[in-house]
């Protein structure tokens, strides 16, 4: 599976960090992205969501909900993402209505759990 970790992180306390190293365990393809980073547990970090090579299986976000929102057009922009996951603290009622605009039915769950790791 190729997973795109919004909002990764090079700090390991931060879930946008324990996300990449859970989904690298069980051996999904991972695309970190995040404006501010260049690498990230050893991963070229892309620094926009557009940069990021396609086609997704899974997008997962760690972002606050007012990112996120902004986000939405984005990803559907890029017509190749199957999932959007919004991990507990990304979603909102904000977040849910910019991806209903965006014909977006994002899966309210954490995506480390989906996986049958722990966070």
């Known amino acids: ?23 690298l365990r069980r051996g999904h393809e991972v695309l970190p992205v995040n404006p501010k980073e260049d690498t ?7 620094h926009s969501i557009s940069e990021v090579p396609g086609p997704i299986d899974r997008a997962t976000l760690y972002v606050p ?29 904000e977040v849910l209505e910019a991806a209903r605009q965006a014909g977006i039915h994002p899966i309210l769950a954490c995506s480390i759990i989906d996986i049958g790791e722990r966070p």
């Open 1 to 23: 599976m190729r997973v795109m970790v919004i909002g990764a992180s090079s700090n390991p306390l931060k879930f946008g960090n324990k996300s990449i190293r859970a989904h």
């Open 40 to 46: 990230v547990e050893g991963l070229r970090c892309y």
């Open 65 to 93: 909900p007012a990112v996120g929102a902004s986000l939405m057009p984005q990803l559907a922009a890029r017509g190749d993402v199957a999932q959007i996951w919004l991990n507990p603290g990304s979603e909102s009622p």
